[in-house]
């Protein structure tokens, strides 16, 4: 009965068409001041599926926490002694503007598409309009069908449409939320288009295949009913909630530590690898490609870290030194810009173990020598569409670093 009820209030509750209402939730940053602040918090974000973990890292974490558990989770923190400072969500993101704010003018008038964030339709348009503008380098396509009948809209850049010896994959937006990380590739891709003169001797033998929205049933539902939703929109059979975190559904190691076998939590891991159609696109496109994948990047926001392999354990990948050396040449070029320090390491080390992501995927199972999460930078999800291009400049430098890089392998 309690699983019908729930059924029916989740149903009723999205006929409403108004977005989600957040004014009363808090967000809390605890320090963890020592290992058994760091333990205690990773057993509540184990035991607790309602507390949105915003960050969990070795030294800090930012929880998204509902008023209904606001005193609980005060009292929880004074009673192991951590020192945490809450505030009103609508307090502290009120100078965010995200959408119909005052026009923002920037220098690159040529187009206006990175002066906002923009719908997924719009996206899909804009892909196609690089696609025609850009014929001899660029290819659209239209793939998969997520489980709200979207398909993932794939550019494929290769000079002179040649078939690359390498391949390079990007992904972003596999976190619904996430729309710096959208924004970001598709600055990237605009940047090496336009651009195309500058960059094509690094780009010599190298196709680089773009998704910049893997997730765009859950990017629209971030528009129109939940701005904080984070996993797709799958129903599971029989479920009564939806959603499979898609950075949770990659197989391998696929539900051994920091995923759940709840359909209702955040990172819900699917009823199987590669149970959702996105994922499943991407495992397909990899497998075909193996042999001459190279590099792959995940983009997500946010918290200024590079994560190589393992995300799964803490045990160091086989050729972590070169992946370390690699990401910090890469976070290099990314300081240049405008002094941004991304921290290089493992995901394991600097936030806490979590299977079924892409990086282990990729360089575990397919045996991708160079494979890569971006967590850009900010403290929200939500960002002013001004920090577009800033974003979208450094971490366009940090990829170009990384072709670089491949270029030179062998
Ligand atoms: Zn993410």
Redesign the pocket.
């Known amino acids: 009965m309690f699983v019908i009820l729930i059924f029916l209030f989740t149903t009723i509750s999205y006929g409403y068409s108004e977005q989600k209402d957040y004014s009363r939730y808090k967000k809390f940053y605890v320090n963890h001041a020592n290992e058994s602040i760091y333990r205690y918090m990773i057993d509540l974000a184990e035991s607790h599926d309602n507390l949105d973990f915003w960050l969990l890292a070795r030294n800090t974490s930012i929880i998204l926490v509902p008023p209904e558990l606001d005193n609980e989770m005060q009292q929880e923190l004074e009673n192991i002694g951590a020192v945490y400072k809450d505030t009103l969500l609508a307090v502290e993101e009120n100078q965010i503007c995200e959408e119909r704010c005052e026009p923002y003018r920037s220098k690159r008038q040529s187009t206006g598409f990175f002066n906002n964030f923009h719908r997924y339709d719009a996206i899909v348009q804009y892909l196609q309009f690089l696609a025609a503008k850009y014929p001899d380098h660029a290819k659209f396509d239209s793939v998969a069908k997520t489980a709200g009948g979207r398909h993932l809209a794939v550019l494929r850049i290769a000079p002179y449409r040649r078939v690359g010896k390498k391949l390079v994959y990007i992904q972003g937006g ?2 619904a ?2 729309w710096i ?1 959208i924004s970001t590739v598709l600055y990237f891709v605009t940047e090496l288009l336009e651009n195309f003169n500058y960059y094509q001797n690094y780009l010599k033998g190298i196709e680089i295949g773009v998704v910049p929205v893997l997730n765009p049933d859950g990017y629209e539902y971030t528009h129109t009913r939940d701005r904080l939703w ?1 996993k797709n929109l799958n129903f599971p059979p029989g479920g009564y909630c939806r959603g499979v975190d898609l ?1 949770r559904n990659f197989g391998f190691k696929w539900g051994y530590i920091g995923a759940s076998r709840n359909p209702c939590s955040e990172v819900y891991s699917g009823r199987l690898p590669f149970s959702e159609a996105e994922t499943e696109w991407v495992r397909r496109y990899l497998v075909n490609n193996q042999y001459r994948t190279k590099l792959v990047i995940d983009v ?2 946010f918290g200024k870290y590079l994560f190589y392999p393992w995300g799964y354990q803490l045990g160091s990948a086989p050729t972590k030194a070169t992946l370390h050396q690699i990401g910090q040449q890469v976070a290099k070029a990314i300081y240049k810009y405008r002094g941004t320090k991304y921290s290089v390491g493992t995901a394991s080390q600097l936030l806490y173990k979590a299977a079924g992501g892409l990086d282990d995927y990729a360089y575990g199972a397919l045996g991708v020598p160079l494979s890569y999460t971006f ?1 850009l930078p900010g403290s929200s999800f939500r960002n002013n569409p001004r920090d577009i291009i800033p974003i979208g400049k450094e971490t366009t430098a940090g990829f170009i670093e990384f072709i670089k890089i491949v270029n030179g392998l062998s």
Request: avoid cysteine.
């Open positions: 596999s976190h939320r996430e990380s984070r950075n997500h926001s967590e």
